[in-house]
C-alpha cells in the first residue's frame, strides 16, 4: 500500500514538473467584473449600432446639419446606374460596402441601413428599445467599474497586478518580440503588455465612454454642465463615444486571438475559476551539471 501510493505520489510530481504548478491568479471580484463587463459591452455595442442607425454620420464641432461641412464618418447608400449600393465615407474618402453597410438584408428585400440587421438590438428598427437597453447596460457598466475600482484598491490588485513598474518598461521591447514570435510565459504576474493594455481599457477607454455618454444626454446638462464644453460639443463628443467603441472592439479581437495562441483552456480556468496554470520550473542547468 505504502509503495503504492508512493509511487502516485511520485507520478503527480512528475507530471506537476512538466505541466507547471496551478496558482491562483483572478480574484472572485476580477472574474466577477470581468464577465459582467462582457455582457454589458455586448448589449451597448449592438444597441448602440441600432442607435447610430438613426442617424448614421459622425461630425466635430456643434452643430450639424445640411448648412455644415463638418461630417468626418458617414453610412449610406445611393443610386447608381447598377442599382442602389451601400457606401461608407471616412474624411471625404468613399468605399462600396454594399451588403454589409449602407444597403444590406435578404436578397430581393434590401433596404438602406447603415448597420445591418444582425449587428443591432433589436434588429428591427426600434430606437425606443435600442435606447432603453443602451441606457440600462450604461448604468450596469459605470456600476460595474466603480465596484471593481473600490474592489482592487482593498484587495491590492491594482497595485499588485496593474501598476506598471521600472522593469515592466525595461522588459517591454522583448515582450512585444515575444507576442510577434507568439511565445507566451504563463505566470502569475501580468506581462508589461497586458498591464498597458488592461489599464488602458479601464483608466482611460471605459472613463472616455462614459463620460462622453454623459456629454451626449440633454439630462445631464445640468447635473454636469461643463462636459460638453471639454468635449468640444455633443457631436464630437458622440464622434469619440463612437472612436472608443471601435478601439473596444479592435481589443476584443486582439484578446481573443492572443488567448487563443497562448492557450484558451488554460486562459478560460483562469477567469472561470481563478486558477491558472503555470510554466513548468526552469531547471538549474549549473547544479544539473555539479552534481553530475
Known sequence: MDTTASRETELERSVQMRQGPLVYRQSRWTRLTHWTWAVALFFLL?????????????????????????????????????????????FGHT????????????????????????????????????????????????ATLLVWLVASLVNGHMRRDLVPRAADIRSLPRDVIDHVKLKFHHVREYNTLQ????????????????????????????????LNEVFGGRQTARTI?????????????????????????????????????TDPPERDDANDKRGA
Open 195 to 226: 498591464k498597458l493594455a488592461y489599464g488602458g481599457i479601464l483608466f482611460i477607454l471605459l472613463p472616455l465612454m462614459i463620460l462622453t455618454g454623459f456629454a451626449m444626454s440633454p439630462s445631464m446638462d445640468s447635473v454636469l454642465p461643463f
Open 46 to 90: 449592438l444597441s448602440g449600432l441600432q442607435i447610430f442607425n438613426a442617424r448614421p454620420q459622425l461630425y466635430i464641432g456643434q452643430e450639424s446639419g445640411f448648412g455644415y461641412d463638418n461630417t468626418v464618418f458617414q453610412i449610406g447608400a445611393m443610386n447608381t446606374e447598377n442599382g442602389p449600393r451601400g457606401f461608407t465615407r471616412i
Open 95 to 142: 468605399f462600396d460596402t454594399t451588403g454589409v453597410l449602407g444597403w444590406s438584408g435578404p436578397p430581393g428585400r434590401e433596404r438602406a441601413r447603415a448597420f445591418p440587421s444582425w449587428a443591432t438590438i433589436p434588429s428591427y428598427y426600434d430606437l425606443g428599445t435600442a435606447r432603453v437597453v443602451h441606457f440600462f447596460f450604461a448604468w450596469v457598466l459605470g
Open 241 to 277: 463615444h463612437f472612436t472608443v467603441m471601435t478601439l473596444l472592439v479592435l481589443f476584443f479581437i486582439v484578446h481573443m486571438l492572443m488567448i487563443l495562441a497562448a492557450g484558451p483552456l488554460n486562459e478560460l480556468r483562469s477567469i472561470v475559476t481563478g486558477w491558472y496554470r
